[in-house]
């Protein structure tokens, strides 16, 4: 995989909340999924490229969910988090205002669930013409199943599918 330009490109972490990176997840264990995102935002940060976070919220209820914040890790000092309150980041969040202010072009995808808050950002990430990239590792499931199908049948048709270790960072920064 080439080399991504950090001028161009964002990464985005969607729910990697306490509550969710603890549920029983498949293929991998939400901590594996957390400290390869982690070793991504690194990789982000280190070469000037932004990071943003996706945290969901529900709707209606006075208080969240014990658990409900971000994993200290990977979030960065004074990095932007999105707030959403649907399945995708899109939806009424100011998401896409957000990336076209930063310069992003191509978004680097992360999270928990895959088939569920990643896929759907990457779904309506396609549609407002971003180039995408998924960090495979960086992500899991609620079953393997539903990991695999969004992997190897859905995103390929939406993006490029990479191991967090395969995507690097390149070019003006």
């Known amino acids: 995989m080439p080399a991504l330009d950090p ?13 969710i ?20 935002a690194d990789t982000f940060r280190a070469a000037g490229a932004p990071v943003v976070h996706i945290r969901s919220e529900r709707s209606g ?7 409900s914040d971000l994993a200290p890790q990977p979030l960065g000092d004074r990095e932007p ?3 959403k309150r649907t399945i995708g980041a899109f939806h009424d969040t100011g998401l896409h205002e957000l ?31 971003y180039d995408l990239v998924f960090a495979e590792d960086a992500m899991t499931a609620l079953t393997a199943d539903e990991h695999r199908a969004s992997v190897d049948l ?3 048709r939406l ?4 191991p967090v270790s395969a995507i690097t960072l390149d070019g003006p920064q």
């Not at 209820?61 to 658990?67: C, L, R």
């Open 7 to 19: 001028g161009r490109t964002a990464l985005v972490l969607v729910d990697l909340m306490e509550r």
């Open 21 to 40: 990176v603890a549920l029983p997840l498949a293929p991998r264990p939400g901590t594996d999924a957390l400290a390869a995102a982690a070793r991504l």
């Open 61 to 67: 209820v006075d208080h969240q969910p014990p658990g």
């Open 81 to 83: 988090v999105v707030v």
């Open 99 to 129: 990336l076209t202010g930063l310069g992003a072009t191509t978004l680097v995808l992360g999270g928990i669930a895959t088939n569920l808050g990643v896929e759907s950002t990457a779904r309506a990430a396609s549609d407002h013409g």
């Open 154 to 156: 859905d995103f390929p």
């Open 159 to 162: 993006g490029t599918v990479a």
